[in-house]
């Protein structure tokens, strides 16, 4: 493949239910980031992966929130028991390592948009 | 903590015409980097140009340039000669050095005129 692919492209759900939204890294990238892009706002840091590590989930907004990269490759975040709040288009990104220099960029997919009714 | 500042939720240029948006940012951090990038309606962002905090000299893409004013946090961007492709939401970024996560503005919808 030759970009970040996510599915689904969109998403209705109703509150109360669980959604998992599925990230495809480009072959070979080991770095993998979600951000959540609410309405009329900016990218949010949500989750980073980087190999074998434990992930950095700093920016998780709460524990209803939790993702997990299996094998190193494809991602999934999983929202349980879905807020309107959480209203919003997810976007994931890869990077062939750690971001270290300037030099070095994140490429992201185009985005899971999620509607909770 | 650091954060992102576009004071122009929404901007219009005619064709061929020059436009500038305004960013603006937060640290008390000495070496960053800075970017644009751009949204079309495909979602998908798109790195327009980055600048390292320690150059003094402004980056410059093509069509595209930035005014990098380190004292003042302010990093606009310059679009020369506009064209409709050029149609999008336009977000600055931040990232420290060391750290992982970008630091993103509210975006500057950038509506182009034929």
């Known amino acids: 493949g030759a970009g970040v692919s996510q599915s689904p492209s969109n998403k209705v759900t109703e509150k109360g239910k669980d959604v998992e939204l599925r990230c495809d890294p480009i072959?070979?990238?080991?770095?993998l980031y979600w951000y959540r892009q609410s309405l009329g706002q900016g990218l949010e840091f949500l989750i980073y992966?980087?190999?074998?590590?434990?992930?950095?989930k700093s920016g998780l907004p709460s524990d209803r929130f939790s993702a997990e990269r299996t094998g190193g490759s494809v991602s999934t975040l999983t929202i349980q028991r879905t807020q309107q709040e959480d209203s919003a288009v997810y976007l994931c990104?890869?990077?062939?390592?750690?971001?270290?220099?300037?030099?070095?960029?994140?490429?992201f997919g185009p985005g899971t948009r999620l509607l909770v009714l | 903590a650091q954060t992102v500042t576009q004071s122009q939720p929404e901007m219009s240029v005619q064709e061929a015409e020059t436009v500038t948006l305004s960013c603006t940012y937060d640290?008390?951090?000495?070496?960053?980097?800075l970017f644009w990038y751009k949204q079309p309606p495909s979602r998908q962002m798109i790195l327009v140009i980055r600048?390292?905090?320690?150059?003094?000299q402004n980056a410059t893409e093509n069509r595209f340039s930035v005014n990098f004013q380190k004292a003042a946090k302010s990093f606009s961007l310059k679009i020369s000669d506009s064209q409709l492709g050029d149609a999008a939401m336009y977000f600055c970024a931040f990232r420290i050095q060391g750290a992982q996560k970008l630091v993103f503005g509210q975006g500057t919808r950038l509506t182009i005129n034929p």
């Open positions: 640290t008390s951090e000495s070496d960053y980097y």
């Open positions: 072959s070979g990238h080991t770095a």
């Open positions: 600048q390292e905090a320690y150059k003094q």
């Open positions: 992966f980087q190999g074998n590590s434990a992930p950095d």
């Open positions: 990104a890869s990077s062939p390592r750690p971001l270290l220099a300037g030099e070095e960029t994140q490429y």
